[in-house]
């Protein structure tokens, strides 16, 4: 959608992912806006290009899961 390639990571923390993967074993992803090395700190935040990307992705996901987009 963006032209990019994904690159899967493992970080620690915790998201209501697990919820979905201790009750019946749904596979997760956790996706959103923001650096990794900003996330937490004092001055963390993130940029609005960020925020409309991740806008972007996420509403195409949405309505490719519901068959609205090809």
Do not use: C, Q, W
């Not at 919820?19 to 923001?34: C, H, K, M, S």
């Not at 935040?45 to 949405?62: F, N, Q």
Request: aromatic share 10%; net charge positive.
């Amino acid at each position: 959608m963006l032209g990019a390639t994904p690159k899967p990571i493992i970080v620690t923390g915790a998201t209501d992912g697990r919820y979905l993967r201790a009750r019946g074993g749904i596979p997760t992803v956790v996706y959103g806006p923001g650096e990794l090395a900003l996330a937490h700190a004092y001055n963390e935040y993130v940029t609005v290009d960020d925020l409309l990307k991740t806008h972007d992705v996420m509403s195409y996901a949405v309505r490719r899961f519901f068959g609205l987009e090809k």
